[in-house]
């Protein structure tokens, strides 16, 4: 069961140059997000989407942008790259059941980004 | 506004002890979840434990124990008889409820506990 899988684990890239990160999930869910992960600043929400065909901006979504290209599969897109964008990125899904917020959410192993 | 607060960036802990990490939190939704997570060195993250708001009693699971004060807003991390292998970064972070249609977990800032042997 390999639940969260994201590609690539690392790259460096140049200033200016653009990339793509895939993240898929093998577990139904309809939920996916995008974090970066910073030192000293936790997990920021760059964007999610709450089920396939929406996709919605989070805390720190500038550079950014997103495709939910089905169920199964949520890609976050650099344009143009930063230094500032130096960072862990994790994919997570989850489930979103009845009306209660009693889900946790699953991560991938991470992306290791390096702009220079 | 900061949705979720840890104090503590690092904590030591000797082996076998216990320890508590602190985490507040702030909303206005009365129903929400409340995860604390685990980040080894190794960099993935491990769901550790749940509650929930209208939960009456306090989480556990293993030597993970969820000490919720409601009224406090606090949700804090117990971790019993401390192994090495708890060194790590611990996340607090939430999801609220129905009336803010289906929310993404907001995180804090994490406490990194090391275990001493």
């Known amino acids: 069961n390999a639940g969260v899988t994201q590609t690539p684990k690392f790259q460096v890239l140049k200033t200016g140059q653009s990339m793509t990160l895939q993240c898929a999930q093998d577990?139904?869910?309809?939920?996916m997000y995008w974090y970066r992960q910073d030192p000293g600043m936790g997990l920021r929400l760059i964007y999610y989407?709450?089920?396939?065909?929406?996709?919605d901006k989070g805390e720190v979504p500038n550079g950014y942008n997103v495709s939910r290209l089905n169920k199964r599969e949520f890609s976050l897109r650099l344009e143009s790259a930063a230094p500032s964008q130096t960072s862990v990125y994790f994919c997570?899904?989850?489930?979103?059941?009845?009306?209660?917020?009693?889900?946790?959410?699953?991560f991938g192993q991470g992306t290791r980004l390096t702009v220079v | 506004a900061q949705k979720i607060t840890q104090t503590q960036p690092g904590m030591f802990v000797q082996e076998k002890e216990a320890v508590t990490l602190d985490c507040t939190y702030d909303?206005?939704?009365?129903?929400?979840?409340l995860f604390w997570y685990k980040q080894p060195s190794s960099g993935e993250m491990i769901f550790l434990i749940y509650?929930?708001?209208?939960?009456?009693q306090n989480a556990t699971e293993g030597r993970y124990s969820l000490n919720f004060q409601k009224a406090r807003k606090s949700a804090n991390l117990v971790i019993s008889a401390s192994q090495l292998g708890d060194s790590a970064m611990y996340f607090c972070?939430?999801?609220?409820?129905?009336?803010?249609?289906?929310?993404?977990?907001?995180f804090g800032k994490g406490t990194r506990l090391s275990v001493i042997a």
């Open positions: 997570a899904s989850s489930e979103w059941r009845g009306t209660f917020p009693n889900t946790e959410a699953f």
């Open positions: 577990m139904n869910h309809n939920s």
């Open positions: 989407s709450a089920s396939e065909g929406t996709t």
């Open positions: 909303t206005s939704d009365p129903s929400y979840g």
């Open positions: 509650q929930g708001s209208y939960d009456q």
């Open positions: 972070a939430m999801r609220e409820g129905r009336s803010s249609g289906n929310t993404p977990l907001v």
